[in-house]
């Protein structure tokens, strides 16, 4: 005979494939947009003839903005209700407003013939409005996850989705703009081009933020985002005292803050375009290999995050994170080796039938290779469990204190990893300056130093396994093991449930109260 109060087992809903492939083509939607936006400076220039470092600036400060929106747009959607849910409200809401303020730049301000002052003006303007619908979108796309299924196995395939998406689709569009658009325009960014490609990425970004909302409909409903009263207590809206008392006594989303934010930031220093040019340019001889290697390294890094999400689904997120960043820090250790003291020029040699020897050339190019993949696939695997890991944490502070915050905590770790990956760029530019670039910056066909090579491998592997280290130190004392979450499912299984039978308790106590006034 089972007790009275015995908590059940975990209650894991699970989304089928294709809802969950249809729903993460919210990050579809997001790059089809990045494409056209990579372009603001273009954009700025072409159709109001700003200044192409002014327009930089402007950029630059968006950041910014954009960070203190994240929070604010957060409390927004979690004190949104609607008995049809919130996130197909809100990701089309930030489609129409995305879609706003690109036509308002690319179709209606040029025909405005704004220059000087008010052109700039009316740029920031359009910008503010486009990061505004961007924050929508990309809130509601990161809560999807979190709505779509609790199941620990199942959770981690999310992010193998969103990894094909945001590689297929800026290259699917990129060939769109470039070789199918813009020769139509004699290969200028004019503001004929501009007019035509906005009109492309308004249609094409549509028809995927619809095929999302039409994945996420089942889940996407008021219960999904209900709290936990306890007894009688009066249920209260999220507030601003409520997010930082989630950054306060949240000890899991501090740790996870410092490790994926100390990641961020080196994957930020590592990703600069000065350090890509240094490597290849300088070091290896061939700026052609990085486009080539980037090309070739698709598949694989796919491959490793459906990997990464199998070991994640059996081990755990926080186990998976811990020990492949450990796994990360060896690879780069090797890989920092081969650039310091390999003759990576050879490569280079190779590229343009200039080595002196082509058999060895081929062994240290298939080295080099080897050692880029290997750095790319342990790092997809961290990715994974990384970006599964902050689902968990939504539902451990839904079990620690009944609140069901997706929004908040997506939006916090977004807020604080924005402000930290703004140094990035900081970062790199400050370090290239020890080793002579203070007035130019390094271009292929440079003179190959040691400094050159050493300041490569800082930014491209010293802050990285830097960061990997403040993970493993950060994610030491966590405890959101497989099993702990395992736990927590049962928790809040029980807590519904045992919410349920209160409220049905409720019913029929008032009916009763009604029928004996009759």
Sequence with gaps: ??????????????????????????????????????????????NFGILVAVTGVI???????????????????????????KIRFFTMIGWATMSVATTLMCNIGPKLHLEGALGIVFFVLCYVIYIIGYTFCSISGQINANVLTNDPKQRPTISVWNTAYSYLAPMIMSVVSMSVILPKFNNIQSTQYFETL???VVAVSFVFYLLSCI??????????????????EKEEKPSFKDMVNLIKSNKELQRYIIAAGSDKLAQTIGSASVVSTMLFGIIVGSMSLSSILSAIAMLPSIIFAVIGSKIAGKKGSLKVMVDWSKICIVVNIIYAAFILFAPASMIGDLMNKKASSVALGV???????????????????????TNSLRMDI???????TGKYMPAAVSATYSFVDKAISSFGAFIATAMIGLIGYTTTVPQQGDPLTVGVKV???????????????CTILAMKKSNLTFEKMEEVQTNIAYKKSKLSQENKSEIVEETVIEFTEE
Excluded: C
């Design 198 to 200: 906005n009109i492309v």
């Design 1 to 46: 005979m089972k007790e009275k109060n015995a908590k059940p087992s975990p209650v894991y809903s699970r989304a089928k494939t294709w809802q969950i492939a249809l729903t993460t083509m919210t990050g579809i939607g997001q790059m089809v947009f990045y494409v056209l936006m990579t372009s603001a400076t273009y954009i700025g220039n072409a």
């Design 215 to 232: 994945g996420v409909s089942k889940f996407d409903k008021p219960e999904n985002f209900e709290n936990i009263k306890i007894g009688k």
């Design 363 to 385: 062994i240290i190019a298939i080295v080099f290779l080897l050692l880029n993949f290997a750095v790319n696939a342990t790092k997809m695997v961290v990715s994974v469990a």
């Design 394 to 400: 939504v539902d451990y502070e839904f079990d620690r």
């Design 455 to 469: 300041i490569t491998v800082v930014l491209l592997i010293g802050f990285p396994i830097i960061g990997w280290i």
């Design 59 to 85: 950029i630059t400060f968006s950041r910014l903005f954009d960070g203190i929106t994240d929070p604010i747009i957060a409390l927004v959607m979690e004190r949104f209700k609607s008995k049809h849910g």
